[in-house]
């Protein structure tokens, strides 16, 4: 008689042997019935070249009749002791393909799927060189035409970009674009890395004098060298500047700093790209044949067209232009917005002793900073984690291993939690008259975030400064005119203002696209950011990924890249592999190439 499993570990093993002998068969893509009728299956590249979420069996089954035979997924391993709670088996896995080591989490109900992760994690015949397998760096023995490590620095960054072309150009140089030029360095993918700025980490230092990051230290580590032990956990801006400054020396990244690109378009003969950029006043022309848009998961500042903007005897800028709040002492500042900049730039104008006035159109989601670390992120990101054995990796592949379709009723009860226990907090910013809300569902800021990259402020402060009414508020209004010395708000109250500031979001990332290649191309990919929940701000139909994001578009050899810090450390790694994958000549079928259903 067959001994029946009886531990977690043995009940995911069993699963994955029938799992893995349906996938050996002339029929793999009856490996469907391995999963619940519901199951899920999210794959970053390592079965579809993209990252796609396949929802029931019918998806799962067309995906493995198109791709299991090329990819042939084998040697499924369970790689620690699975887990059960509540009837839910866990389980850490590591598999292979053809060209690839991956790594899994799988979750079974009942002996079957509920849901899948896979992931690529290394290309089998181009590892990074770490490890055992770092350089030397020293070159024993003697030669003539020895070169030091600097003089074969000097000669690369001599010639890439003039005798020798990048493979890949990313635009933009902030902490993704910095990330990203890691992880294709340590691939050995010539790339350059262009920013506007003079400086590695002046997107951070030219903003409010204020700004701090609002997510914690455990959750926004750069990819090979995570913060030291010492550092803030909600680190201010200047010291982010000088630690991205700092990674991108020594990352050896080819960085094109006081470099704007002019234009770009895609040659269909010769398949490149024609980069026109100008660096340091002199114009270069760069032939990649990949390019990376790293400007932000937000793209241009919206600045709103309000009726007498141009009569205005104030000063006036978008909140990405703000320089802080030292020179507005005394001053009548209007605020027009109520997120998180929003909330930052009235809170620095009030520690200057201005009188400012939020505006607030519309309801903001808020949740105070401690409790969001107690409750939502605490037990994947934090020294408790870390002390639980949870390493960054392990914190960013469990992240993942949620598909976004049921993911929101993970994080409902989080967010009834906090509205419990932060009871007083909320009434007395609702008598206030500031308007809330936790998401069209309740399931509170991160999936706001993922569905529209805005609505919401984590509280530093500022929220209880709105209560108590030291921050001034209006709101359900809007400005529907603006005074020489004053705005009119729409229901008729005028406020006198010396400085209006439009703290009024930005724009899709495809609108750098249209920027800086075409408005063809920008329609062609279509909106960046939102998954189609159907949700304010994110119509449907449901795509079940966030759009264009760290995958191939629908226009060739143009990708996008960005998000928050712990985004653009996971995500890098999986864009670095597609295109290291492309310049070694790996064939890369991409299943489910999202169609396009919103232009902006």
């Given amino acids: 008689m067959t001994q029946q499993p009886s531990t977690p570990t043995q009940k995911a093993e069993q699963w994955l042997a029938g799992f893995e002998e349906t996938l050996r068969s002339d029929a793999p893509e009856q490996a469907a019935n391995h999963f619940e009728e519901g199951g899920y299956w999210r794959d ?207 990352m050896e990244l080819n960085y094109w700093s006081s470099t704007e690109c002019t234009g770009a378009r895609f040659d269909e003969q010769h398949q490149e790209w024609v980069v026109d950029v100008v660096r340091d006043g002199e114009r270069v022309t760069l032939r990649p044949k990949q390019l990376v848009l790293a400007t932000g998961m937000s793209g241009i500042p919206n600045i709103p067209n309000i009726p007498g903007m141009d009569s205005f005897e104030g000063e006036q800028h978008h909140s990405s232009k703000h320089p802080g709040g030292e020179a507005y002492k005394g001053k009548k500042c209007i605020v027009l917005g109520s997120n998180n900049s929003a909330h930052d730039i009235c809170a620095a104008l009030w520690e200057n002793d201005a009188d400012v006035t939020m505006i607030q159109r519309s309801s903001t989601h808020i949740i105070k900073s401690d409790t969001l670390m107690d409750l939502a992120l605490g037990g994947l990101y934090s020294e408790q984690a870390v002390e639980n054995g949870i390493t960054t990796e392990k914190a960013d592949l469990t992240f993942a291993s949620l598909p976004y379709r049921i993911m929101p009723e993970f994080h409902k009860p989080v967010y009834e939690q906090a509205q419990e226990q932060d009871a007083d907090f909320y009434n007395r910013l609702r008598r206030a008259g500031f308007m809330l809300d936790f998401g069209d569902d309740g399931s509170g800021l991160f999936m706001k975030y993922l569905r529209r990259g805005s609505g919401y402020y984590i509280d530093v402060g500022a929220s209880e400064l709105v209560a108590q009414g030291e921050i001034k508020l209006k709101s359900g209004v809007t400005i529907e005119r603006v005074n020489p010395r004053s705005v009119t708000l729409t229901d008729g109250t005028e406020l006198p203002a010396d400085l209006i500031v439009y703290a009024t979001g930005f724009g899709s990332m495809n609108g750098w696209a249209a920027r800086i290649i075409s408005q063809e191309v920008a329609d062609k990919v279509g909106k960046c950011w939102g998954m189609g929940s159907d949700t304010t701000k994110d119509p449907g139909p449901w795509e079940g990924e966030l759009r264009n994001m760290w995958k191939p578009t629908q226009q060739e050899a143009l990708w996008f890249h960005g998000g928050n810090l712990h985004q653009s450390r996971h995500y890098s790694r999986y864009l670095a592999l597609q295109l290291k994958a492309r310049m070694e000549g790996l064939e890369t079928p991409v299943y489910g190439l999202q169609p396009v259903h919103h232009l902006s």
């Fill in 44 to 250: 970053l590249v390592s079965m579809t070249w993209n990252i796609k979420t396949m929802e029931g069996r019918p998806e799962i089954q067309d995906m493995l009749a198109s791709a299991a035979k090329d990819r042939r997924p084998h040697n499924w391993q369970v790689s620690e002791e699975a887990t059960d709670q509540d009837g839910v088996i866990e389980a850490w896995v590591t598999f292979e393909t053809t060209d690839a080591h991956c790594k899994g989490h799988l979750r079974l109900r009942d002996g079957k799927a509920w849901t899948l992760l896979t992931t690529m994690q290394e290309l089998r015949e181009f590892p990074e060189k770490r490890n055992h397998l770092r350089p030397k760096g020293a070159q024993h023995g003697a030669s003539k035409s020895r070169k030091t490590w600097l003089e074969a620095r000097q000669e690369e960054e001599q010639e890439l970009g003039y005798s020798k072309q990048p493979y890949c150009v990313v635009i933009g140089g902030g902490q993704g674009g910095i990330g990203l030029g890691a992880r294709l360095r340590q691939l050995d993918v010539p790339t350059i890395v262009i920013e506007r700025n003079p400086r590695p980490g002046d997107s951070w230092r030219n903003r409010y004098k204020s700004l701090c990051l609002h997510d914690p230290v455990w959750y926004d580590h750069m990819p090979y060298i995570p913060f030291p032990d010492h550092w803030p956990v909600f680190c201010p801006k200047d010291k982010v500047g000088d630690w991205l400054e700092m990674y991108t020396k020594i």
